[in-house]
């Protein structure tokens, strides 16, 4: 049990003559990053209005869950997700940035480290993916997601939940516990790319795993985001 898009593609595809391998997967996700910091890049200079960066989530959103029913698709979606990823986070970042200047760079170099750091980790066995760890991560992940979708719901009617969107102790807190969950999913996303490798997996799931590791990597990004601005609103 983890990252959802990963593990269905994974559990439902079958071993095809031409195999997923390592190396293609990390030159997939490495393709996936440039499409999206590039496009990132274009909405940062470009200043783009709430509209594009709705329409970029909403689109993106709905890739993803096409490409984890339809994984022989994402060869073609997931080019286009990080494009629209990178749309919608370069926008987003550049509003951050001009609150607290020099915040969208950190955040850059955190997800990075958090990443490097968790792929030694991995691969080093010093920390181990169990089934057990795997089924906990997937529950978290599913309370954070109902909880966010709850509060979006409340938004819509008018209703502010306390502490969730706020710099104080308890909002920090709850921005490093969510920051925790999504940086664990890596290490399932790990857990997953390699179990489809040592399976024998199709080409295209290099496509599909790499897509995958994008949405948690995005995820993560956004997060530790969030969390700089209120470490940073809490000091004013």
Not at 37 to 61: E, F, K, N, R, V
Not at 109 to 133: H, P
Not at 143 to 154: D, E, N
Request: charged content about 10%; aromatic content about 10%.
């Amino acid at each position: 049990m983890s990252n959802p898009f990963l593990t269905r593609g994974l559990d439902e595809v079958h071993v095809d003559d031409s195999a997923m391998t390592l190396n293609g997967t990390i030159n997939r996700t490495g393709t996936l990053l440039v499409i999206c910091l590039a496009s990132g890049a274009y909405a940062w200079s470009q200043h783009l209005g709430p509209g594009t960066i709705i329409g970029s989530l909403i689109l993106a959103l709905v890739i993803g869950l096409v490409g984890c029913f339809k994984a022989e698709w994402t060869p073609v979606l997931a080019p286009v997700y990080a494009l629209l990823e990178g749309l919608a986070m370069g926008s987003i970042s550049l509003y951050y940035n001009l609150r607290y200047p020099g915040i969208a760079l950190n955040a850059v170099l955190l997800t990075s480290a958090v990443l490097f750091a968790l792929l030694a980790l991995y691969t080093t066995r010093i920390i181990r993916v169990s089934d057990g760890l795997r089924t906990g991560i997937f529950a978290a992940t599913a309370a954070v997601g109902l909880v966010y979708f709850a509060t979006m719901l409340l938004n819509i009617f008018g209703v502010h939940l306390p502490f969730i969107h706020q710099s104080g102790p308890i909002g920090i807190g709850i921005s490093l516990v969510t920051t925790g969950i999504a940086a664990a999913n890596l290490l399932v996303d790990f857990r997953m790319v390699e179990d489809g490798v040592r399976a024998g997996k199709p080409k295209f799931m290099e496509w599909y795993c790499a897509m995958g590791l994008l949405i948690t990597l995005v995820w993560l990004y956004a997060e530790l985001l969030r969390l700089l601005s209120r470490l940073n609103g809490s000091n004013k």
